[in-house]
């Protein structure tokens, strides 16, 4: 038996918006790792600034993903694919934070949108019984 299946999710509607004690752990976790982030000198500023802001953007995707839309896990793979790629691009190529971030909202948005136009979308606003 799982320790995990032991905390008991604050909503456990089966539709709509969810939240678990574990959910708010990671998000305070990550948060407190934002904000006492370890800044490295021998990498180029806007490197260590997107190393710190990675951190708070994951954070935000995975609660949408996993408490407010509810998407599924083939799209949060892409998504995590297409983050991955663009992060090498961010590296080698841009030199931009900022077009790494907007490249990957656009990604963000597809998975949210394939999800809600699903007929088995189950998050927010969902019409209830609709699994």
């Not at 708070?56 to 892409?78: D, H, Q």
Request: hydrophobic fraction near 55%.
């Amino acid at each position: 038996m799982s320790y995990l299946s032991l905390i008991p999710l604050v909503s456990t509607n089966k539709t709509g918006f969810r939240l678990s004690l574990i959910d708010c752990i990671l998000i305070i976790a990550g948060l407190l790792l934002t904000l006492y982030y370890p800044h490295n000198k021998g990498i180029p500023p806007h490197i260590d600034f997107f190393f710190q802001a990675m951190i708070l953007y994951v954070i935000g995707n995975f609660f949408l993903f996993c408490n407010v839309f509810r998407v599924r896990r083939k799209y949060e793979l892409w998504w995590v694919a297409s983050a991955l790629i663009n992060t090498l691009l961010l590296l080698f190529y841009y030199n931009n934070v900022w077009v790494f971030f907007i490249a990957q909202s656009v990604f963000t948005a597809i998975a949210v949108i394939m999800e809600i136009k699903s007929a088995t979308y189950h998050g927010i606003f969902a019409k209830k019984g609709t699994i």
